[in-house]
């Protein structure tokens, strides 16, 4: 399903006030002193992102009947997003996304996709620790990789307990 114009302006107007909205989060984030893990890797276009797209939501749409109707009625008339799937504890909606092609692994409108698909997998940075999607080429990288290896080369460890240190602090870059 292809988005027309007025579905493309639209999505353009909510794509600037998603990305206006990000933007201003990481910056106080900055200014209180937060510091994200960094992104390394690379994509390998393996589309498991947009198998199953999940949103987070907030206890008022989570909650308030009317609110969570309008954010369903948004993600499916705006978005493409049919839900497919509730997840209680997390307050997460999972989706099927309408305009991802299976066969060719590609969203038939990637230039009018949402902020979210766009914020993938920067999103993750902020959690205590981020996980990727099996078979991603993205992954997690402590800001501090490189003093914080120096530090674990000079320990005496074995091969596999330096590796799973490696692994669990995020600093394979």
């Avoid at 999505?11 to 600037?16: E, N, P, S, T």
């Avoid at 006030?17 to 937060?34: P, T």
């Avoid at 839900?83 to 997460?92: E, I, K």
């Avoid at 914020?119 to 620790?129: G, H, I």
Wanted: aromatic letters at 10%.
């Amino acid at each position: 399903m292809r988005d027309g114009p007025l579905r493309r302006a639209v999505k353009r107007v909510a794509l600037w006030n998603f990305m206006a909205d990000v933007h201003l989060r990481r910056a106080l984030a900055r200014a209180r002193g937060e510091r994200p893990f960094l992104l390394g890797g690379e994509c390998r276009r393996c589309a498991r992102c947009c198998e199953a797209p999940g949103i987070h939501v907030g206890r008022l749409v989570w909650y308030l009947p009317l609110a969570r109707r309008l954010f369903l009625w948004w993600q499916r008339q705006v978005n493409g997003f049919e839900l497919t799937g509730r997840h209680v504890a997390g307050r997460v909606f999972v989706f099927r996304c309408t305009h991802f092609d299976w066969g060719a692994r590609s969203c038939d409108s990637y230039d009018s996709r949402p902020g979210m698909c766009r914020d993938y997998p920067r999103a993750l940075l902020r959690q205590p620790s981020p996980e990727f999607l099996l078979g991603c080429g993205y992954r997690a990288v402590t800001p501090n990789a490189e003093g914080l290896l120096a530090a674990l080369e000079r320990q005496p460890l074995t091969a596999s307990q330096r590796k799973r240190l490696k692994k669990g602090l995020h600093l394979e870059r």
